[in-house]
């Protein structure tokens, strides 16, 4: 028999399923996005609505995996290159935001009357965007490596590295003073650099030998247990560092960026990142207390509006000076106006401290409330955009080449000795190539060259996606199992319809199965190897250039015979297909009517 305990987690389970599958379908059809879905669902059954759930703290540890593996995935898109050069929005963009947004967010409290050190820590946890709010919008635009979408993810990323010196801001402003801990400033230093080290050192010289090791036993579950214990383990760390949890797993994303296991490991941990994310942004919507809410809704509604508007400006403001283009800076200011999910650590803090809680109460009501109206403010400028669309000419787009995050122009799956002989076709124009092969072995040695070759499985379409199977013009198939290719194919003309289907054939009842899936094109690489050798044979023995046209124009033609004629009679059983599928009696009569003319 179940345990109470058990049977109240499946409960919450099933209303937690339930409450999404039902809010998250009736927000998309009205246009509004599935973020409001997930909040408004986590309002209704929450303990201070319906009630369905009683308890926000039990269910918080798992939601907040849900950030944790997104900013895992996102550390996976950009190397450490692409970071480096986003150091002057991280540091001067990002910091200058948080303090300027934070210090006119203090002063306005305390002209509601708030002592200076409560309106201090209402103004900083305010002044921190939400990274999973964002971050989720940027990627449904599809905006995320757009240049404004570069710049406000810099921003987010210094507001989670801001998180620790508010809370030790959290520490000196409370009324008891400064705690005494064991661990000193400098020790506490030591801790955190050697932290960030030791998620350094191991994510670039240790994971991609571990990842090689699993791969080879050819357990999916296996690669997938790894990937959730890098991205897990990392923000453990991290967390146990005093730094953000995300923050690590983000770091350890980015070890793996260059790793040839990527798009694997993105594609594994989709998924779970999704429904996590999902359960965060219910949980968020759990946390409104609606009797304070409504109670002092004119407050709260005042309060989130001066906020929005004040970060807004700020943000516009701060962009439009260090360089971006009037179009981005608005865009800027759209994606990141609300207030974050690091607020409520701050404020937690605080109370725990001794300030006093009811203010915190009303700016968390806020902070949610931002939450929620944030994408309604980006549909609303979306129609703004499409009523004046002059006013996204002026530099729209301006720095996307900087950020290097163009999908692929071809994709070359099966990365043997003749996929490495197309792509280094492909390459030698100045093509975009990325490379799939499940061969460990390969995809080492291809590494050490320099090729873009990535391990994975063709026949999975998360995967292809993930390797930028979207954006590719033409997919090379250049895999030797039949049966792979076959299904590769079909998923290819299903999912990415618009690339052009090259494959390479084995033998000619391989080749004339391609012809019958209508490929864009098909070769036999036996056939023409071995065309060129006997061109090269019969050169050497003194035969005629001539000649050697004729004989060589003549096997092609006999060849195509062989594909064409069977199916201009109309039988199209095997027998008539291929010589070698045919009774060994008429493959031995079909020997002696082929003869070379020799």
């Known amino acids: 028999m179940a345990a109470p305990s058990d049977a109240l987690f499946f409960s919450e389970a099933i209303v937690y399923l339930g409450a999404a599958v039902i809010a998250v379908p009736i ?34 540890p798992i939601a907040e995996l849900g950030v944790v593996l997104l900013l895992f995935v996102l550390g996976l898109e950009l190397n450490p290159n692409r970071l480096w050069r986003m150091k002057s929005d991280i540091f001067g963009l990002g910091s200058s935001q948080i303090l300027l947004t934070g210090f006119v967010l203090s002063g306005i409290l305390t002209s509601f009357g708030l002592s200076r050190d409560v309106a201090m820590v209402g103004g900083f946890g305010m002044a921190l965007s939400s990274t999973a709010f964002a971050v989720q919008i940027l990627k449904d635009r599809g905006d995320f490596s757009s240049a404004y979408g570069q710049r406000a993810f810099g921003i987010l990323l210094m507001q989670d590295i801001a998180v620790v010196p508010l809370l030790a801001m959290v520490d000196i402003l409370s009324p008891a003073g400064p705690k005494q801990s064991d661990v000193s400033v400098m020790e506490q230093i030591g801790i955190t650099i050697a932290a960030v080290l030791l998620v350094i050192v191991v994510g670039r010289y240790l994971l991609s030998h571990l990842f090689s090791i699993l791969v080879s036993t050819q ?3 296996i690669m997938l247990a790894a990937a959730l214990l890098v991205a897990l383990g990392s923000a453990a760390l991290m967390h146990w560092a005093g730094l953000s949890m995300a923050l690590g797993a983000f770091l350890a994303g980015i070890m793996l960026a260059e790793s040839s296991y990527r798009h694997t490991l993105e594609a594994d941990i989709f998924p779970f990142r999704s429904l996590l994310m999902g359960l965060f942004f219910i949980t968020v919507g759990m946390t409104l207390d609606l009797p304070v809410t409504l109670s002092h809704l004119w407050l709260v509604l005042l309060g989130v509006v001066i906020v929005m508007a004040v970060k807004g400006l700020i943000l516009w403001l701060l962009a439009k000076v260090t360089g971006s283009s009037n179009s981005d800076a608005q865009s800027i200011a759209v994606v990141l106006p609300q207030a974050g999910e690091f607020a409520f650590v701050i404020f937690a803090a605080a109370t725990a401290s001794g300030m006093e809680s009811r203010y915190f109460s009303l700016m968390s009501a806020i902070v949610i409330l931002s939450m929620v109206l944030t994408p309604l403010v980006g549909k609303a400028y979306g129609f703004y955009l499409e009523r004046y669309p002059q006013a996204e000419e002026e530099g729209s787009g301006t720095m996307m080449e900087e950020f290097d995050d163009q999908g692929p122009q071809v994709m070359v799956i099966g990365f043997g000795r003749f996929g490495m002989v197309v792509a280094q076709m492909l390459m030698s124009e100045g093509l975009r190539v990325v490379a799939i092969d499940n061969s460990p072995r390969r995809i080492t040695a291809a590494r050490r060259l320099g090729l873009p070759v990535f391990y994975g499985d063709a026949t999975r379409e998360d995967v292809l996606r993930a390797a930028g199977g979207d954006d590719a013009m033409l997919i090379a198939l250049c895999v030797e199992k039949e049966a792979v290719m076959t299904q590769t194919i079909n998923l290819v003309k299903t999912s990415f319809p618009k690339a052009k289907i090259f494959c390479r054939a084995t033998d000619r009842a391989h080749a004339l199965q391609l012809a019958m899936q209508e490929v864009d094109f098909h070769i036999r690489e036996t056939f023409e190897s071995g065309i060129t050798f006997g061109r090269e044979a019969l050169d050497q023995l003194g035969i005629s250039n001539e000649r050697i046209e004729e004989i060589e124009e003549d096997v092609r033609t006999r060849d195509l015979e062989r594909m064409v004629y069977p199916s201009q009679k109309g039988n199209h059983s095997p027998s008539m297909m291929d010589p070698y599928l045919k009774h060994p009696d008429q493959k031995q009569q ?8 020799l």
């Open 219 to 221: 357990a999916r579950e």
């Open 590 to 597: 079909d020997k002696k009517n082929d003869q070379p003319p």
């Open 27 to 60: 927000a998309k059809k009205l246009g509004v996005g599935a973020i409001i879905g997930y909040l408004v669902a986590g309002i209704i059954i929450g303990p201070y609505a319906l009630g369905a759930i009683k308890s926000v703290e039990t269910v918080t």
